[in-house]
């Protein structure tokens, strides 16, 4: 019954933005730290980004640190990831995840639920 669905993905030049959306329902938003992950080709899916369920904290991947920002709208159950000065290796497929747990955030085996990902892909 719990589904996340992301949605935003899509072709941009290298430098340009992308605003990720996550869309949550069958689940208690507000009691789920929320996280985005990415998976490259032929690589194991890696922590971008996440936000604490009451917001209080956000924290992020060396490689998207200052680039990238998570926030949450607990009023539409939804988790953004704004996407800055993009490059050609932030090329992946952008997963969002929820957990209770309240630990483990750099590991995607501590998450509860999956959306099924939106591509991202950054020219050249």
């Known amino acids: 019954q719990a589904h996340l669905v992301e949605s935003g993905g899509g072709l941009v030049q290298a430098g340009g933005s992308l605003r990720l959306s996550c869309a949550a329902s069958?689940?208690?938003?507000?009691?789920?730290?929320m996280g985005w992950f990415r998976q490259l080709p032929g690589k194991e899916r890696e922590f971008v980004a996440l936000?604490?369920?009451?917001?209080?904290?956000?924290y992020y991947g060396d490689s998207v640190t200052g680039r990238f920002t998570i926030s949450r709208d607990n009023a539409k159950s939804t988790v953004y990831l704004q996407m800055n000065s993009l490059k050609p290796e932030d090329t992946a497929v952008y997963y969002c995840?929820?957990?209770?747990?309240?630990?483990?955030?750099?590991?995607?085996?501590?998450?509860?639920?999956w959306g099924q990902g939106t591509q991202v892909t950054v020219s050249s």
């Open positions: 069958g689940l208690d938003f507000k009691d789920y730290a």
């Open positions: 936000v604490t369920m009451r917001a209080d904290s956000t």
């Open positions: 995840g929820a957990q209770t747990k309240g630990w483990g955030m750099y590991d995607r085996r501590s998450y509860d639920y």
